[in-house]
């Protein structure tokens, strides 16, 4: 059984994190193109009103997953810019 999206989207961050990343790669990280058009997907479906529950919980996680990362992202790259700048 395949794994679903947001847990490849999940395991994507936390593989990433698992790897030791410095805070310029934290700054940059992506997730993968496929995760990120699934999401558009999702997205698009919903703007049409034929998503599913289960779509509807997954859209919500990868959203949540996204902020975090957000956040993550902002707070790593202050760090760098704070580090050049000492």
């Known amino acids: ?4 999206p947001t ?7 936390v ?9 310029e790669a934290i700054a940059e990280f992506r997730l993968s ?3 990120v058009e699934r999401v558009r ?4 479906k919903k703007s049409a009103g034929t998503l599913t529950a289960e779509e509807e ?4 996680e ?3 997953l996204d902020r975090l990362m957000l ?5 790593a790259r202050q760090q760098v810019q704070g580090s050049r700048g000492a």
């Open 1 to 4: 059984m395949s794994e679903s």
């Open 7 to 13: 847990l490849h989207a999940y395991d994507e961050v």
């Open 15 to 23: 593989s990433f994190f698992a790897s030791g990343p410095d805070r």
């Open 33 to 35: 193109p496929a995760t």
């Open 41 to 44: 997907a999702l997205l698009l």
């Open 57 to 60: 919980e997954e859209l919500d």
């Open 62 to 64: 990868c959203v949540q």
């Open 71 to 75: 956040l993550i992202r902002s707070r």
